[in-house]
């Protein structure tokens, strides 16, 4: 009897183990599965920074391009645009003297 409560036992053991080992096994699936979604996700991440950049390296040469546009139809500037340059006598006079050589004549 003591024999077949043994037998009982180890068998009852062995398939206790045997469970152990396949709770283990789906465990370690599961962390190898959540180990390959975590690298996905951070080559996502590092995908998504990198579309933004380009959008904004995009951005910047569109509004570029819209400027340079606006300058050549000329439709540039939002005011009134004075044709008419007021020139300053006084500052006239200055810079010619400064640029007239010095001769040593007099």
């Given at each position: 009897m003591e024999k077949k409560?043994?037998?009982r036992?180890?068998?009852?053991?062995?398939?206790?183990i045997?469970?152990?080992k396949d709770s283990i096994k789906e465990k370690d699936e599961d962390f190898e599965t959540?180990?390959?979604?975590?690298e996905e996700k951070k080559e996502l991440e590092e995908e998504l920074e990198d579309t933004q950049r380009d959008l904004e390296?995009?951005?910047k040469s569109q509004d570029k391009l819209e400027k340079e546009v606006k300058e050549f139809r000329c439709d540039m500037?939002?005011?009134?645009?004075?044709?008419?340059?007021?020139?300053?006598?006084?500052?006239l006079r200055k810079e010619y003297e400064a640029s007239m050589?010095?001769?040593?004549?007099?």
């Open positions: 409560v043994d037998e036992h180890q068998s009852l053991s062995k398939f206790v045997e469970i152990v959540g180990k390959e979604l975590l390296v995009y951005k500037r939002d005011e009134a645009m004075d044709i008419y340059h007021q020139i300053d006598h006084d500052e050589p010095e001769l040593g004549i007099l």
